[in-house]
């Protein structure tokens, strides 16, 4: 025994001490104090606890900003279609009331002519040739609509003839376009001429004054209306406005150059006269 407590009596001190330790610990954790491993356990926890409560403040502060971001996303949106939506109803509203103008202009017209069977279409398409100035409108041949109808606006100033008909579909060539000619009156005196188109002067939006009378007065400012010569188009008719008086490169034959009275960018309608009463 003794030679064991020679060679043991460390290691056996050691387990003495170490067991009264635990004891010790244990008995101050039961009398209402932090044991020993408790508050080591409790003092590794305590940083890894702060970092997690950082961490779920920061994931609440971002789902707040993500939730807070959709919401305005959303807003936002509803708000785009709104305006969209207020934006339109500007747009028919102002449509339906040029309409309404136009339609009223063109009973005061049917008034003024009421030997006039006319025709209203919108225009759906304009030609993107050189050559040509032309667009096409959405009625034809079922609307009773010819070949060869004049085309004017709600004002009665010309804007072209029917030159291709389908069932449902129509395609006026404008009085600039080349292939286009009207019998025309021209100032006060009532000078005959024709109005044709001529490329050079369709580039520009304008028409030629020609075949004139030898002799013919005209002057800058004249009225063009039509002569009502050949019965395509009525008498009295707005043709346009004399802006220039030239000579043909011989020198010898006047001509002029005519501003059509319509605005061809800002045509949305027309009106097709399908029959009027032709004056011999």
Do not use: C
Request: aromatic letters at 8%; proline letters at 1%; zero cysteines.
């Amino acid at each position: 025994m003794r030679d064991y407590l020679r060679k043991n009596g460390i290691r056996l001190a050691i387990i003495v001490l170490s067991v009264a330790l635990l004891v010790a610990l244990n008995t101050a954790a039961s009398n209402g104090k932090t044991g020993f491993l408790h508050n080591m356990t409790g003092v590794l926890e305590a940083p890894v606890k702060k970092v997690l409560s950082s961490a779920v403040n920061a994931m609440n502060t971002i789902y707040g900003h993500i939730f807070e971001y959709d919401s305005l996303l959303a807003e936002n949106e509803s708000l785009r279609s709104q305006l969209a939506d207020a934006q339109q109803s500007a747009r028919d509203g102002i449509e339906a009331s040029e309409e309404n103008e136009r339609l009223r202009k063109l009973l005061d017209l049917r008034d003024a002519h009421n030997d006039y069977v006319m025709e209203s279409s919108k225009i759906v398409l304009w030609s993107s040739s050189n050559w040509s100035s032309s667009f096409t409108i959405s009625k034809g041949a079922s609307s009773g609509i010819e070949l060869g109808d004049p085309v004017i606006t709600e004002y009665g100033v010309v804007v072209g003839q029917i030159t291709e008909l389908g069932t449902t579909w129509a395609t006026v060539s404008t009085l600039i376009d080349v292939d286009m000619s009207i019998g025309a009156f021209v100032g006060e005196s009532g000078t005959s001429g024709m109005v044709v188109g001529e490329y050079s002067l369709m580039k520009k939006n304008q028409a030629k004054l020609t075949y004139l009378a030898d002799g013919a007065q005209i002057f800058v400012g004249d009225d063009v209306l039509t002569s009502g010569s050949g019965g395509a188009f009525p008498a009295g008719l707005v043709i346009g406005t004399l802006t220039a008086v030239k000579t043909e490169s011989g020198g010898q034959l006047e001509y002029g150059v005519v501003d059509p009275g319509v605005n061809f960018s800002q045509l949305v309608q027309v009106f097709i006269i399908k029959d009027f009463t032709v004056v011999e």
